[in-house]
């Protein structure tokens, strides 16, 4: 089944201890897009201004992502600078130029609005409220958020719950929006206003999935060499729907398999600068690294007498 995502397309620019990226291809919909494209088909919607550098999308399109939605308007394309120090699990913002983003209406596409599957990726909820305006009975909505929209746009956030399946988000996020320190809490909190599962990520230290009466926990890869975490959470969720549209169940095993392939895909994203890494594997990296995460966590039961 495909998968409807409308998100930002951005040039980031980042610099992390290991090194500096420039205008680079980045963007909550671009990193989704690239990372769900080794599950299922992808439609990206979303905006650039006349300065992005569009062929090098082509790539994305190789991949079987649809660009029938990406709108190019005159203006300046959406820029994010970015600094990681050594605490790799948070970003500082650094700079957010909205440029032609900032009048972006999204505008789905006749053929794109039955997609089964929907992701509104980072971006105002006043937009991802507009999408669901426009889209036919999805089987599942997920959304995601940062802190720029919860402080700008909070009511709006909140009365998007109420349409959203699944909502991810990072542990400060979880905090900032729900003012509960205690994560058990604010997931609570979340579900008490629409989702039926949230899940909350915590960089290196895993992911948590929450629902009514169900608590899951799926560790984040020990990789030696983090290089960048921009784009691990777009590309979590990309591994998180791609799997559950590629297999169109949604029943508990199903989203519980759907964390470990979200942890998996975000894993790959920080190897390298923009979505380098997410270019370059294939089908065999990703069951290979499935398999460690599987040794990972395996032990066996044993209580002593
Ligand atoms: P993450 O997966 O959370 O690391 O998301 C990284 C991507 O989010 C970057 O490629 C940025 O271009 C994009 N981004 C940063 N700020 C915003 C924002 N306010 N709205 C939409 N996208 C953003």
Redesign the pocket.
């Known amino acids: 089944m495909s998968v409807l995502v409308v998100?930002?397309v951005?040039?980031?620019s980042v610099e992390t201890p290991f090194g500096k990226a420039d205008e680079v291809l980045?963007?909550?919909g671009?990193?989704f897009a690239a990372s769900a494209s080794h599950f299922t088909s992808v439609k990206l919607v979303g905006v650039v201004g006349s300065d992005y550098p569009v062929h090098k999308l082509d790539p994305l399109r190789a991949r079987g992502v649809d660009l029938g939605g990406l709108e190019q308007a005159e203006g300046e394309s959406?820029?994010?600078r970015?600094r990681y120090r050594h605490d790799l699990n948070s970003?500082e913002?650094l700079e957010?130029r909205?440029g032609v983003?900032s009048h972006f209406r999204p505008k789905i596409p006749t053929e794109f609005r039955q997609a089964p599957f929907v992701f509104l990726?980072?971006?105002?909820p006043r937009l991802q409220l507009e999408v669901l305006k426009q889209v036919e009975r999805p089987k599942l909505v997920a959304c995601?958020t940062?802190n720029?929209?919860i402080e700008s746009r909070r009511a709006d956030l909140i009365e998007l719950l109420k349409h959203v399946d699944v909502l991810l988000l990072?542990d400060g996020e979880a905090r900032q929006l729900t003012e509960h320190a205690n994560l058990v809490k604010a997931a609570r909190w979340i579900l008490q206003r629409g989702p039926r599962h949230v899940i909350i990520k915590k960089g290196e230290h895993g992911a948590f999935m929450f629902t009514g009466s169900t608590v899951f926990f799926a560790p984040a890869y020990p990789l030696e060499d983090v290089f960048d975490?921009?784009?691990?959470?777009?590309?979590?969720a990309g591994g998180f729907i791609g799997y559950l549209a590629r297999t169109g169940q949604l029943d508990e095993a199903h989203l519980r398999r759907a964390v470990v392939y979200g942890s998996t895909m975000g894993s790959f994203?920080v190897e390298r600068f923009s979505i380098q890494r997410l270019l370059e594997i294939g089908t065999s990296d990703i069951r290979s690294r499935l398999d460690d995460f599987r040794r990972l966590v395996a032990f066996e039961e044993e209580m002593p007498a």
Do not use: K, Q, V
Not at 121 to 124: F, L, M
Not at 229 to 236: K, Y
């Open positions: 998100g930002s951005a040039l980031d980045g963007g909550s671009t990193f959406f820029r994010w970015g970003a913002t957010t909205l983003f990726a980072n971006i105002d995601d940062m720029f929209w990072n975490p921009t784009g691990a959470g777009d590309s979590f994203a």
